[in-house]
């Protein structure tokens, strides 16, 4: 008997690649070919050591407590943690049914998956048991009010064990991020706000994640996707930690900026070849521009390529100011980069005692 596919399947995989995509860019800093790996001038890359990005998780006795810091419940599934300051973002995962009939009318209110366009995912937000979206809100709301919208579901596109399998390593393509505040927005927008005690569907087109719905109210969903945001917060953040832990570290090593190959070599070379690194990562064509015919009948393009074009682009803009501040002599201050949807974890309200944050979370590091 096969095993069905769980959102804990769904939340371990995605979280697992967004980890990874957080901590690539070390390796092309550090990484040092065999022939000048007993140089002199490259021992400092083997002594340097990495502050990985981390996943913590909730007990599942208090994950569905109201705790609108997040350190002894709030509704999500993971808090990750990453950059040099240590910047969170918190994600609440949800497993979509796969669908090919349309939903049944809602009164006067059709929905727009209907006739030949009726293929979805299902995704149902809230419960009359939990109220997981106030939850989610209430966290929302107070880590918000320090800086972005740094509490998000996430809906990835996958049906059972074979496609998880399948797209493995290439979730994220098929992986949709909305912030609680923006489902919010919106409802209230369209005079549906949620409703305590009651649970909501959303709707997810297997082939354009911009084709989404909310129901029972059969209103469709115009909110910008965040996606890219949320993922480009992940790719500059690490490397904005990698360069700056890097710099920090080779002065500490009295390491002369001037000293050839050391630190201005070193990272442009590692910023190319970690954008060309990632340009196969999303999976995106040789040419920066596309036709629609490239778009049609093919999955992963249809879905992500304009998507991932533009994490490519939020990056590769970042990569220029860095690559500029090295060619001007690094003397000034590492350009910054401001997440959109991250926040700093230093703002989180109060802190637990150790033997109460033990309790209520476990981690893993990758």
């Given at each position: 008997m096969s095993m069905n596919l769980h959102e804990k399947s769904l939340?371990?995989?995605?979280?697992?690649?967004?980890?990874?995509?957080?901590?690539?860019?070390?390796?092309?800093?550090?990484?040092?070919g065999l022939w000048r790996y007993w140089e002199p001038s490259y021992r400092h890359f083997r002594t340097q050591t990495q502050k990985k990005s981390i996943a913590l998780g909730l007990h599942s006795s208090v994950e569905g407590n109201d705790d609108n810091t997040?350190?002894?419940?709030?509704?999500?599934?993971v808090k990750i943690k990453s950059g040099s300051n240590d910047s969170v973002l918190f994600i609440q995962y949800k497993r979509g049914e796969y669908r090919t009939t349309e939903p049944e009318p809602n009164g006067a209110n059709t929905s727009i998956f209907t006739g030949s366009e009726s293929e979805h995912y299902l995704f149902k937000l809230n419960s009359t048991a939990t109220n997981q979206h106030f939850t989610l809100r209430n966290l929302s709301n107070n880590i918000t009010s320090y800086n972005g919208n740094a509490v998000v579901y996430a809906f990835p596109l996958i049906k059972d064990i074979d496609e998880l399998e399948e797209n493995a390593g290439r979730l994220l393509n098929r992986t949709?991020?909305?912030?609680?505040?923006?489902i919010d927005n919106e409802a209230n927008t369209n005079g549906h706000p949620f409703v305590l005690g009651s649970s909501h569907k959303y709707r997810i087109c297997p082939y354009d994640m911009d084709r989404t719905e909310f129901n029972f109210f059969f209103f469709t969903y115009k909110g910008r996707d965040i996606s890219k945001d949320v993922i480009a917060d992940f790719i500059n953040l690490s490397v904005q930690k990698e360069i700056r832990t890097f710099a920090k570290f080779l002065s500490q090593e009295s390491i002369d900026w001037e000293e050839p190959r050391i630190l201005s070599n070193r990272i442009n070379y590692a910023l190319s070849s970690y954008l060309a690194y990632l340009r196969n990562y999303l999976e995106l064509p040789i040419q920066d521009r596309f036709s629609n015919s490239e778009l049609e009948n093919d999955f992963v393009n249809k879905l992500s390529l304009k998507r991932n074009l533009?994490?490519?682009?939020?990056?590769?803009?970042?990569?220029l100011n860095i690559k500029n501040w090295v060619k001007e002599g690094g003397d000034d201050k590492l350009p910054e980069y401001t997440p959109s949807y991250f926040t700093n974890s230093e703002i989180n309200i109060k802190e637990k005692s150790d033997s109460e944050y033990?309790?209520?979370?476990n981690m893993f590091v990758i």
């Open positions: 939340e371990l995989n995605v979280t697992h690649e967004l980890l990874n995509l957080c901590d690539a860019f070390n390796w092309h800093l550090t990484n040092i997040g350190n002894a419940g709030g509704g999500y599934d949709k991020f909305i912030s609680i505040s923006d533009e994490i490519y682009d939020i990056v590769n803009d970042y990569v033990l309790d209520n979370l």
